[in-house]
């Protein structure tokens, strides 16, 4: 299946549908709406996907979740006060007693504004009056990163804004 074909699945008010992928079960746009506010508010991605021509956005957690009755689906279904669901090879779709999809659009501009601002904004650690304070706030980010829910790219876009930092840091003080 596609990502097209899954965004417009999402659509469909009368069914939630996550999708494994790997070692993970993802959602996407109206489903990931509907996972965040009624399962788990995990983070969402939101990325531009040029073949479908518009942004698209998911969350994705570890099969392992699951399997350890993290996120049992009978506890999914609960949650989204389904009617049934179906385990099928790849995915994994609720039926849905009403329309608890509304909203997406603002929903969604939301959560893409959000990751606009984050892009955009200056990092937190040149304001700081001393290389010592650099580390500390350094420190403090790491320390505040909740790596047990985030996903593989937001790790990776964290790390990419600790190397930023480190060589703000590097201009304003020389080589460290």
């Given at each position: 299946?596609t990502?097209l ?11 939630f549908?996550?999708?494994k992928e790997?070692?993970?079960y993802?959602?996407y ?6 996972f965040s ?14 073949s479908i021509g ?15 009755g993290?996120?049992?689906f ?6 989204l006060g389904a009617?049934?669901y179906?385990i099928?090879?790849?995915?994994i779709?609720?039926?849905l007693?009403?329309?608890i999809?509304q909203g ?8 893409v504004?959000?990751?606009s ?5 200056p990092p937190?650690?040149v304001?700081?009056p001393?290389i ?6 350094i420190?403090?980010?790491?320390k505040?990163?909740d ?11 964290f ?6 930092e480190?060589q ?9």
């Amino acid at each position: 299946m596609t990502l097209l074909e899954k965004v417009n699945n999402s659509a469909n008010i009368q069914a939630f549908t996550m999708y494994k992928e790997g070692l993970f079960y993802k959602c996407y746009n109206q489903d990931a709406m509907v996972f965040s506010k009624y399962v788990k508010p995990y983070k969402v991605n939101s990325k531009y996907v040029k073949s479908i021509g518009a942004e698209v956005l998911s969350i994705g957690f570890p099969v392992s979740e699951v399997d350890k009755g993290n996120l049992a689906f009978e506890m999914i279904s609960e949650k989204l006060g389904a009617v049934k669901y179906d385990i099928e090879t790849q995915n994994i779709t609720f039926c849905l007693k009403e329309d608890i999809k509304q909203g997406f659009e603002s929903w969604k501009n939301t959560i893409v504004m959000e990751k606009s601002a984050e892009y955009d904004s200056p990092p937190n650690v040149v304001k700081s009056p001393s290389i010592e304070a650099h580390y500390k706030e350094i420190i403090a980010l790491i320390k505040q990163f909740d790596l047990a829910n985030s996903t593989p790219m937001q790790g990776l876009n964290f790390i990419q804004q600790l190397k930023k930092e480190v060589q703000l840091m590097e201009e304003s003080y020389g080589n460290i």
